[in-house]
């Protein structure tokens, strides 16, 4: 189980993908050499959530982009809730960025919660290793 927090929803936001990250590889150690534009959409906070994470496992898995913690997120709400955000990172190079041990294989719906607790908000998720 991931929980990510922040003073904001797009803070939280932000933080779950950095968790994500630290979950396969070191972040800290990634140089923002490119960025890369990602929106998402949906109609409520969880099914943002599980787009955000999904496109972001897309962006490791399909185009081996490793994001560090320079992540730019707005968030919209409308009709319905919007990321548009960016993230810099490079290509992934695990004698660069390290190897954890954890292969993430998809985002999932399980135990999934968001929820504003006094001043900042907690983003809990599950992903399939």
Not at 55 to 69: N, P, S, Y
Request: aromatic share 14%; glycine share 6%.
């Amino acid at each position: 189980m991931v929980q990510a927090f922040g003073c904001t929803l797009e803070e939280a936001f932000k933080n779950a993908a950095v968790a994500l990250a630290d979950l396969t590889y070191y972040s800290e150690r990634v140089e923002p050499r490119m960025a890369k534009k990602v929106e998402v959409e949906y109609d409520d906070l969880e099914g943002l959530l599980f787009k955000w994470i999904d496109e972001l496992l897309f962006l490791f898995d399909a185009e081996k982009f490793a994001w560090g913690r320079n992540i730019e997120v707005g968030l919209r709400q409308g009709a319905g809730y919007r990321i548009s955000a960016t993230l810099h990172g490079e290509t992934y190079d695990i004698n660069k960025h390290g190897f954890t041990g954890l292969i993430v294989k998809a985002m999932t719906f399980h135990m999934m919660e968001i929820k504003k607790v006094d001043d900042y908000w907690v983003l809990q998720y599950v992903v399939d290793i």
